[in-house]
């Protein structure tokens, strides 16, 4: 079943423009990670944010988490071509397999 | 990268065979994951293992089995290939940690498997 749900499912900016990604999901978590996935590749782990956290930073990245709305999202300041990827939400909720509940991610593409 | 290799990388396969994908550490991780990726569905968890010879099931672990005889290998295998089961599988480690520490996972290149 999927937890984290991303909006939009696409999203087209132009190059040096703001990026933000949405996800919601529906249970108590214990984390929630972002994830990059480039195309044909592997994802790749971006950012961690803690349930007991509020905002995370990294280089031009920006998570928020909102657990009483069971949201957070995503932010890329300016942006760059290579930042053109999808992006996935996933959820820890804190069982012992230590097992991620994925969104479906959104396809983010960066004009020149 | 960090130490994970998938192989085969893409494999072509006649409905009905037995298909093994191979996933490879070098960091001796103790979790592993098997997930696939289809349009629309994100990632759905197969199997994963905690341990040598300790594995579970995941959401969509129908038509698969996994081995993990060592650390360093995980095994996954369509016993008996359908259309349905052409996907690109991922498999994943999550690194040790401090407990509840909340580490992310590292993932494999993928292999991409088509039945016909």
């Known amino acids: 079943s999927q937890q984290g749900e991303e909006d939009p499912q696409a999203l087209s900016i132009q190059e040096g423009e703001n990026a933000t990604m949405n996800c919601s999901y529906k249970?108590?978590?214990?984390?929630l990670q972002w994830y990059r996935q480039n195309s044909g590749r592997g994802l790749v782990h971006l950012i961690l944010i803690r349930s007991n956290e509020r905002e995370k930073h990294s280089g031009r990245l920006r998570v928020t988490l909102d657990t009483s709305k069971k949201s957070s999202s995503l932010l890329i300041t300016a942006s760059r071509a290579a930042d053109t990827a999808s992006y996935f939400c996933?959820?820890?909720?804190?069982?012992?397999?230590?097992?991620?509940?994925w969104g479906a991610g959104t396809k983010l593409i960066i004009k020149p | 990268d960090a130490g994970i290799t998938q192989s085969p990388r893409h494999k072509v396969t006649e409905t009905g065979t037995p298909v093994t994908l191979r996933c490879h550490q070098t960091?001796?991780?103790?979790?592993m994951y098997w997930y696939r990726q289809d349009p629309g569905h994100g990632l759905r968890l197969i199997h994963y293992s905690y341990g040598v010879k300790d594995t579970d099931k995941g959401e969509v672990s129908d038509g698969y089995s996994v081995s993990r005889s060592k650390t360093e290998d995980f095994l996954l295998t369509l016993e008996s290939a359908t259309s349905s089961q052409t996907s690109v599988y991922f498999c994943a480690i999550r690194k040790r940690g401090p407990l509840r520490g909340g580490h992310g996972y590292t993932f494999g290149s993928g292999t991409r498997l088509t039945v016909v």
């Open positions: 249970t108590s978590i214990n984390n």
């Open positions: 960091e001796n991780h103790r979790y």
């Open positions: 996933a959820t820890d909720a804190g069982e012992s397999n230590y097992q991620l509940i």
